[in-house]
């Protein structure tokens, strides 16, 4: 019987340590929602330097956007589990945590960037939708 049990000692550690490690992380990131989101925020390229992308395959239309990066448990507490089509979510607000709104650098990003003699049409199209948001950087201080 002993030959068995130090024969596998290893196995009597490694398994319950992978045993409670899973169960963290289930617990930080499924039930607390300990984490950061990064996803497109709306810009409007005639007052914020954005990235350009296409909304179609065909690349008819242009999407303007600059990249957000949220923490979970904040962004869950502005705009519910659907995020879509909450304003809040394309803005740092002053209560947020790790927070940060990323625009486009020409310098570093190249061709990816929206150029200032953006055309006229796409340009009202974004204004349209009324998007206009604040750089706040993660001491909550305000860049534009």
């Known amino acids: 019987m002993k030959s068995f049990l130090y024969d596998h000692v290893l196995s009597f550690v490694i398994i319950p340590l992978v045993i409670i490690v899973c169960f963290i992380s289930y617990y930080r990131f499924m039930v607390r929602n300990d984490y950061v989101v990064g996803y497109e ?13 296409c909304e179609d395959d065909a690349c ?3 999407n303007y956007y600059s ?3 949220k923490y979970a448990p904040d962004l869950y507490k502005e705009c519910g589990k659907d ?5 809040n979510a394309s803005k740092c607000l002053p209560g947020d945590r790790n927070c940060s709104i990323i625009h486009c650098d020409p310098t570093v990003e190249g061709d990816t960037c929206a150029t200032s003699t953006v055309n006229i049409e796409s340009t009202q199209e ?6 206009t948001t604040d750089k706040i950087l993660p001491d909550n201080t305000t860049d534009k």
Do not use: H, L, R, W
């Not at 995020?83 to 304003?87: A, G, N, Q, R, Y």
């Open 67 to 69: 990249k957000v990066q």
């Open 126 to 131: 974004v204004e349209e939708s009324g998007s």
């Open 83 to 87: 995020i879509t089509d909450c304003e």
């Open 60 to 62: 008819t239309k242009n």
């Open 41 to 53: 925020g709306k810009c409007n390229p005639a007052i914020e330097k954005c990235f350009v992308g």
